[in-house]
């Protein structure tokens, strides 16, 4: 075991919190007003002697008779978890502009059946919801397990339009990721049970989606692969003829030749990020009159464009995945 690196904190009444190995020292008032029920329902007491303990630091910060608490295994929260649960109740309030997944995270640590902080849960829901329901190219599809345990609180709850979001979220990322095998190995991937001594990301990386769920995200790559290659290989028309002309020019090489390389007929969502960012500027003889880049006015509406178009996909892909909504 060893001390955390940054929350080994004074006061009078911190405590020991033990995660995955790893010793916090926190403040409990802090942690009891935010969750009454924590350490009754999520904390057991360690199955060892804190005099031992004191061993493992040649400081001697650990101090004999200081209460402690292991965070149950069957709770499934990870070091990853507890230190956003911890930043958020002793650094920062909750940040608007931040991104997808650390809400995402904040929204299962502190979930009712995890360590059950009841503000926090509500404002990280209230803070990603509408980006997982209506804004597609907002949503963090790189952490596949994540949105998997996402996915499972929320079918905790009666809030379907954000479990069926989750859901399709969950397959969509299935769909990218190369660690992803849809050969049926004979565990389902819902089953996230954690043997004893095993980490919560050692027992995911184990996981294997079953054959129902490869068959959907089967299904579902080629139906989104079948509805986006004819888009893409499209180069888009502008307001104003010359605008167009400078997206045609560079079509070939910045937009359909990267999604070829980079598996982007399958993966919208990053080609459609990718193509709202990129410079469209383009090298033109001198005197020829050509423009060197489409105008701001083409520009932003180009950009809007491809936002629509990736709501349009994830609107689809409600059927696609069963949603039916």
């Not at 060892?48 to 929260?77: C, Q």
């Not at 027992?203 to 509805?227: C, F, N, P, W, Y």
Request: charged share 25%; with cysteine.
């Amino acid at each position: 075991m060893i001390k955390h690196d940054k929350y080994w904190l004074d006061g009078n009444d911190a405590v020991i919190i033990i995660v995955d190995g790893v010793l916090y020292k926190v403040n409990q008032s802090l942690l009891s007003r935010q969750s009454p029920q924590f350490f009754d329902i999520c904390c057991r007491t360690p199955k060892l002697d804190l005099h031992l303990m004191r061993g493992l630091f040649r400081d001697n910060t650990l101090v004999d008779g200081k209460p402690s608490f292991v965070i149950k295994t069957e709770i499934g929260v990870s070091k990853a978890d507890f230190d956003s649960l911890i930043a958020r109740l002793h650094e920062s309030p909750l940040e608007s502009d931040a991104p997808f997944l650390y809400w995402l995270r904040l929204y299962i640590v502190s979930a009712p059946s995890k360590c059950d902080f009841k503000e926090i849960h509500h404002a990280a829901m209230n803070s990603f919801r509408d980006q997982v329901l209506y804004r597609p190219l907002e949503i963090g599809f790189d952490d596949w397990e994540l949105l998997k345990r996402a996915s499972l609180v929320a079918g905790e709850t009666s809030d379907f339009k954000l479990r069926n979001a989750l859901s399709k979220a969950l397959y969509y990322s299935y769909t990218i990721h190369p660690d992803i095998s849809f050969e049926e190995k004979g565990v389902d991937s819902t089953n996230l049970n954690i043997a004893s001594g095993e980490t919560l990301e050692d027992s995911l990386k184990s996981v294997q989606i079953s054959g129902s769920e490869a068959a959907l995200s089967e299904r579902l790559m080629t139906l989104v692969s079948d509805h986006f290659s004819p888009i893409l290989f499209q180069p888009p028309g502008a307001l104003h003829m010359e605008c167009t002309d400078v997206y045609a020019g560079l079509w070939m090489e910045r937009a359909v030749q990267p999604a070829f390389d980079g598996d982007g007929m399958a993966n919208p969502f990053a080609t459609l990020r990718r193509l709202r960012e990129l410079d469209w500027k383009r090298e033109v003889d001198a005197g020829s009159g050509d423009r060197t880049e489409p105008c701001n006015e083409c520009l932003q509406q180009k950009k809007i464009e491809w936002a629509e178009e990736a709501e349009t996909i994830w609107r689809l892909m409600d059927d696609w995945v069963g949603n039916g909504n």
